[in-house]
């Protein structure tokens, strides 16, 4: 079946870089997601990429994929305090779905 | 432009009680879903619908009834709450398919 893991927290300094961490398990996913929640509010879509991609880059957002190991990892360049928010990735096993893993609480510390 | 609107904010309901989820969008997306969000359990998917008229059950769907009678609408019905169902829920939509979704600022429920 589908599952989504990452590791529920990270704590980076402020002008650090933050790597966050997913493995997922369908391998037919054609896309894959990456959502911010800030307190209190929905999901926003961050950034997402084509499963044929290794890498996508956008301002300080880094998407690097692993379909081998299935796993995807989203590096945050210099890190700011607005930056504090959990981050889910998702895979989408079929057109219909979209699959979330558990999110990882980002705390930034000056 | 509103968006995905949900209400109510915040609801507190007894054990055994019925109540009603509202979701509305403005944006003319087809695809409408409903997740439940939960400490260290990430978003999972209650219900969906990829246009008026045709809903589907997702991951988690007892408990719930959905229904899609218009476009813009797709209501979440709770028809006796167990405090299980305590919970963030989400509604989302997209013009179609589950991809880029757009999101409700969420419905905070508490079953005692």
């Known amino acids: 079946g589908e599952d989504v893991e990452q590791s529920l927290f990270l704590s980076v300094r402020e002008g650090d870089s933050s790597v966050i961490n997913c493995t997922y398990t369908d391998s037919s996913s054609t896309y894959l997601y990456w959502y911010k929640q800030e307190p209190g509010a929905g999901l926003q879509l961050l950034t997402y990429i084509f499963s044929n991609m290794d890498m996508k880059q956008d301002q300080r957002l880094t998407v690097l994929l692993n379909k081998k190991d299935k796993h995807l990892s989203l590096r945050i360049a210099d890190t700011q305090t607005g930056d504090s928010a959990i981050y889910f990735c998702?895979?989408?096993?079929?057109?219909?779905?979209?699959?979330f893993g558990t999110g990882t609480r980002l705390q930034v510390f000056p | 432009n509103a968006g995905v609107t949900q209400t109510p904010k915040f609801q507190v309901l007894k054990t055994g009680q019925s109540m009603t989820l509202q979701c509305a969008q403005d944006m003319n997306h087809e695809y409408m879903s409903w997740y439940r969000q939960d400490p260290g359990m990430g978003l999972r998917l209650i219900h969906y619908?990829?246009?008026?008229?045709?809903?589907d059950q997702g991951e988690v769907p007892n408990g719930y009834n959905v229904s899609r009678s218009t476009t813009e609408d797709f209501p979440l019905r709770l028809l006796s709450a167990a405090p299980s169902q305590t919970s963030v829920y989400f509604c989302?939509?997209?013009?179609?398919?589950?991809?880029?979704?757009?999101f409700g600022a969420g419905s905070r429920l508490t079953v005692l």
């Open positions: 989302a939509s997209s013009p179609s398919g589950a991809n880029v979704l757009t």
């Open positions: 998702a895979e989408s096993p079929d057109t219909d779905k979209l699959i």
């Open positions: 619908s990829v246009g008026a008229g045709i809903t």
